[in-house]
């Protein structure tokens, strides 16, 4: 079972450069997110999917976009990086049924220098 | 703005010990409240709490929500090695249909030494 699958593992981007964090599930989820994860904090929502062509905003969404054409793949960009966004980022999808959760991604571990 | 506190930020125990983890939340809309466990990498999920009062169990690891103090606790019985990690507390928030927005806390370090 591959579950959520994020790609790169690992990356470091030059101030202004941008980039396109990959997150792909086979779960058939109609539900996919985009978390950030900083030390010693909790995971803070950037965008969310309900659904192929449905994106919104979350808590922390500047500096970032989204998109979801396909109901098995949510992109996230960055498009100026800026040091603020050095963290690590989570994937999750869920069924979007009550009673159940999200499930992760290994997470992208992103430093911009 | 909603609200998470988790208690303690961190602890040391040994093995056999038992632990209980606190998170008290304030969530508009509330609907439940999920627990991660988070080593290395990706949270895994342990437990969603809908209803108060009522015990989940899983092993050695158990939690219970109380919807009127607005808190809940994981506790971990005869903790072990590989109980160690960072425990998340994530109220759930409803956001209309059937998505729900998670709020994390920051988490409890729990170090579990041989």
């Known amino acids: 079972n591959a579950g959520v699958t994020q790609t790169p593992k690992f990356r470091i981007l030059k101030i202004g450069q941008s980039m396109t964090l990959q997150c792909a599930q086979d779960?058939?989820?109609?539900?996919m997110y985009w978390y950030r994860q900083d030390p010693g904090m909790g995971l803070k929502l950037i965008y969310y999917?309900?659904?192929?062509?449905?994106?919104d905003k979350g808590e922390v969404p500047n500096g970032y976009n989204v998109s979801r054409s396909t109901t098995e793949d949510f992109p996230l960009r960055l498009e100026l990086a800026a040091p603020s966004q050095t963290s690590v980022y989570f994937c999750?999808?869920?069924?979007?049924?009550?009673?159940?959760?999200?499930?992760f991604g290994d997470g992208t571990r992103l430093s911009i220098l | 703005e909603d609200k998470v506190v988790q208690s303690p930020l961190s602890l040391v125990v040994h093995e056999g010990d038992t632990v209980t983890l606190n998170c008290s939340y304030e969530v508009t809309n509330f609907r439940s409240l999920l627990w991660y466990k988070q080593e290395k990498k990706a949270p895994t999920f342990l437990f969603m709490l809908t209803s108060s009062g009522i015990e989940k169990k899983s092993g050695r690891l158990s939690s219970i929500l109380d919807k009127k103090e607005l808190f809940s606790i994981l506790n971990i019985t005869a903790t072990q090695t590989g109980d160690s990690a960072i425990y998340l507390c994530?109220?759930?928030?409803?956001?209309?249909?059937?998505?729900?927005?998670?709020?994390f806390g920051k988490g409890t370090l729990l170090t579990v030494n041989p």
């Open positions: 999917s309900v659904g192929a062509g449905i994106t």
């Open positions: 994530a109220p759930a928030r409803d956001s209309g249909g059937s998505n729900y927005k998670l709020t």
């Open positions: 999750a999808s869920s069924q979007g049924r009550r009673g159940q959760p999200q499930h």
């Open positions: 779960m058939n989820h109609n539900y």
